[in-house]
């Protein structure tokens, strides 16, 4: 099968910076579309993916899985997309679409693995594993192709894809509502969007926080309250009082203090920590009937609804647009939580 | 008040035997029912409380919360129940009926702390805390009287009062129903009842345990299948396959092993480890949107319905038979998990 050549930046090893350098794209095939990336999302698995945290990475790591961009080719059999549509693609390409959790929408649970958009092994080009959007362009079956509501800015809608499916299925999932107390735990690209989500569902959102200094930034995105982690009082007045909490932490962590906010039968659910978390207290479930969960991404299916909520409600990320050259200092200025909410790169850097 | 004074064993301090005192009962009021003791089971909560594992022990602590005995006296406005009845009471006497909880029937939740069989404050005799089964007779509200079944063996019905609810709860709240395939870890006082209900719900059940030589008990108690979680073979063969994993161990523990044997989307449930619990890896729930949660014995409702499911499919506990004398024997053996699986004080032998 013929490839094309193009530009991408990546990783050639865990400790090294990012480069440009060449990858090959597959031939637009029957279901395939072709995409021109004006604009990708720097999400922290980027970083976690280059610098090999969570094992496993293939070099070089071309990362990026918030992507944007126009159709400029489509296969003989695709539908519902155009030569000029604005589209957006996510963590994954491809999965097996046979088994029980690809049958549920749930394509992140594939059981025979789904394919995701960097570092998982390329079925079209063999030897190769898959490259994400710090790249010209991609070529991606056309049922993990996203429709993006014209409405919404192109650069600030990439982190919808990663970051943006990250907070909403949880909320969406556990049917958060008008109402509801939520509370969204930790700010970042991650806790800003699940306060703009939960917010727009309706919801009493409450901006937990080890951080008071970031009370006013999490007011103007949408909390209604901002609760103070480290203040014994506060954390006393709201226990048993949240129908949900979004746990955003990207690391390990001691549940016990979050577990007991919860209602009765009510559920946190872990979305940034991959990681060893802390130990707890049985005592704290059981006393309640609570839950915690865990929650990757999202479905396809889901995450065009995330996309057409987000275009109904004008909903987008809090971004900072920097060009492809400035990647390496955009992955420090990430580890040290120094971005107001999410990176995006602007393509046009590494094209010209 | 008038009260009346009867026998009863307890305990005078934490590191005190349990010996025989007197104890006072007070008088039948509108709503009361007076209860003749006939057994008492024997649950690991009265060693923990004895011992104030817990804290907040109120000494003497008469422990017993699954008790079965005979109506003797009933208040002018107790409805459905009358002298003779067989009846049992579990581990609350009193919640406030008025609270969320309280109002979709959890009163073991109550938001202003339901009145337990044993070391509660005692609402009716001021200055002392409520007494529990270890004791010849009882007086309760009429709301939190069970009736038992007249087709049960009284005494191997006693520990459905708590080791029954406690299990049947969560297989009832979490909808465990035929063909799903349900693990029970644990074969002690509260696994045994796991296993005897998962089979009655018509799942395929799976003991998980670390010995062997429990297996052949499991089978006979209704298991279909035994899993020895020390065998890393045969717990990667059973991985992402549960749809319910119902957790009795009663020691804080490692969950990871068990979170990978659950499907997408399915629940473990702790029910025994009210302790500190290790730390866990954050992605076992993230990869696969898994839940662990908590359960607390169950509300008066469901322990009626449980009661009722028992006497249709003739479901007690397995259980030895001791005299009151015996109790500091039988809780050595307890603790030393030397029991199958309850041990049920024959009340006769305080009355004698």
Redo the contacts between chains.
């Keep these: 099968m013929s490839t094309t050549t193009i530009k991408a930046y990546g990783a050639k090893s865990k400790t090294a910076d990012l480069t440009p350098l060449d990858i090959e794209r597959r031939a637009v095939g029957k279901d395939d579309i072709k995409i021109d990336i004006t604009y990708c999302g720097v999400c922290h698995s980027d970083i976690h993916t280059v610098r090999n945290d969570w094992g496993g990475s293939s070099y070089p790591v071309v990362p990026g899985h918030e992507i944007i961009g126009h159709v400029t080719e489509v296969g003989a059999d695709v539908k519902n997309f155009s030569v000029g549509d604005v589209v957006g693609v996510g963590c994954m390409v491809d999965s097996c679409q046979t088994c029980?959790?690809c049958q549920k929408d749930?394509e992140q649970?594939c059981?025979n693995g789904a394919t995701f958009t960097y570092n998982s092994p390329n079925k079209h080009i063999e030897g190769t594993q898959t490259y994400g959007g710090y790249s010209t362009s991609v070529v991606v079956d056309q049922k993990f192709v996203l429709s993006v509501p014209k409405n919404l800015d192109e650069a600030a809608a990439a982190p919808l894809l990663c970051a943006g499916i990250t907070t909403w299925s949880p909320l969406s999932?556990w049917n958060v509502k008008k109402g509801d107390k939520v509370g969204v735990i930790g700010l970042g690209g991650l806790g800003h969007m699940g306060v703009k989500f939960a917010n727009a569902l309706g919801a009493h959102v409450v901006m937990i926080t080890t951080s008071p200094e970031k009370g006013k930034d999490a007011k103007a995105l949408g909390a209604h309250e901002v609760l103070v982690s480290k203040n014994d009082d506060e954390m006393e007045a709201h226990q048993?009082s949240f129908d949900f909490i979004l746990n955003t932490i990207p690391v390990?962590h001691n549940m016990d203090p979050y577990i007991n906010l919860l209602k009765?039968d009510a559920?946190m659910v872990?979305?940034?920590?991959?990681?060893?978390?802390?130990?707890?207290?049985?005592?704290?479930?059981?006393?309640?009937?609570?839950?915690?969960?865990?929650?990757?991404i999202g479905g396809i299916k889901e995450t065009q609804e995330m996309l057409d909520f987000c275009g109904e409600h004008d909903i987008t990320s809090d971004i900072e647009l920097i060009d492809m050259q400035d990647i390496n200092t955009a992955y420090e200025r990430v580890t040290n939580s120094d971005v107001k909410y999410r990176f995006v790169i602007d393509m046009k850097s590494l094209k010209s």
Tied chains: 1, 2.
Aim: aromatic fraction near 6%; proline fraction near 3%.
């Design positions: 029980s959790s749930l649970f059981e999932h048993g390990g009765v559920t872990l979305v940034g920590a991959v990681e060893p978390m802390d130990g707890f207290h049985g005592g704290g479930l059981i006393m309640g009937r609570k839950h915690v969960a865990g929650s990757l």
